[in-house]
């Protein structure tokens, strides 16, 4: 796999990113505690999602305020196995009487 980045920094604009690349897996969090246990859990095996599941309980704890269980989520999850791209949305309000059998019924 090879990476290429040709793009230049400009002086002129205020506000820029530098350009972060990883072969083997990266995590990034607001928190540096939030970041080592995402990336404990790529290195015992688990997969992105698992490594943001992780950072993401961790963040409930260290950074409450920011965050919290029951929040908004949005994510591009690439499926590489089945070369699959899905967009989710898991914003607004959970249903009160929301069941198992419901969401099952409904797919």
């Not at 980045?5 to 820029?16: F, H, L, P, T, W």
């Not at 897996?25 to 997969?47: D, E, F, I």
Request: some cysteine; charged content about 20%.
């Amino acid at each position: 796999m090879e990476f290429t980045y040709n793009q230049k920094r400009r002086k002129e604009s205020a506000a820029q990113r530098s350009v972060v690349m990883g072969t083997q897996g990266m995590v990034a969090s607001s928190q540096p505690l939030a970041t080592l246990a995402g990336c404990r859990t790529l290195l015992k095996g688990g997969n992105a999602v698992d490594a943001a599941i992780t950072m993401v309980s961790t963040l409930n704890v260290v950074e409450p305020y920011s965050v919290g269980i029951g929040g908004d989520a949005f994510a591009l999850i690439y499926l590489a196995g089945e070369d699959k791209l899905i967009g989710m949305n898991a914003s607004g309000r959970a249903p009160y009487r929301a069941s198992i059998d419901w969401f099952k019924k409904k797919g």
